[in-house]
Nanobody, 128 residues
Framework: QVQLVESGGGLVQAGATLRLSCAAS????????MGWFRQSPGKEREFVAGVRWRTGIRDYTDSVKGRFTISRDNAKNTVLLEMNSLRPEDAADYYCAATQQRKPIGWRYERSREYEYWGQGTRVTVSS
């Protein structure tokens, strides 16, 4: 069984930087891709960033491009999300997700239903 544990959330002012971490455990952990999603009250969960585990190919939702960076440490089974120039609209519960199933060419990270494993989330609050 794979477990994902997020950390690094908190309360910051607009313009600040936060780094989220997602640590994966489990003897069978061998992901195809991992992603970060977020959800704020009254809104649907939305894709933020994703990374292919083996190749490192990354993608981001448009609203965070140039501000957020996703990276992975294969040896530590960890994926990071560095969030710079935070805005009040970035405030949300952030979730780490992993899929171990190989996807077809053209698969898109934002297909949240195609991730088998999810963390419990870490809250990011941004004051204006």
């Amino acid at each position: 069984q794979v477990q994902l544990v997020e950390s690094g959330g908190g309360l910051v002012q607009a313009g600040a930087t936060l780094r989220l971490s997602c640590a994966a455990s489990g003897r069978s952990f061998s992901p195809y891709a991992m992603g970060w999603f977020r959800q704020s009250p009254g809104k649907e969960r939305e894709f933020v960033a994703g990374v292919r585990w083996r190749t490192g190919i990354r993608d981001y939702t448009d609203s965070v491009k140039g501000r957020f960076t996703i990276s992975r440490d294969n040896a530590k089974n960890t994926v990071l999300l560095e969030m710079n120039s935070l805005r009040p609209e970035d405030a949300a519960d952030y979730y780490c997700a992993a899929t171990q199933q190989r996807k077809p060419i053209g698969w898109r990270y934002e297909r949240s239903r195609e991730y088998e494993y999810w963390g419990q989330g870490t809250r990011v609050t941004v004051s204006s």
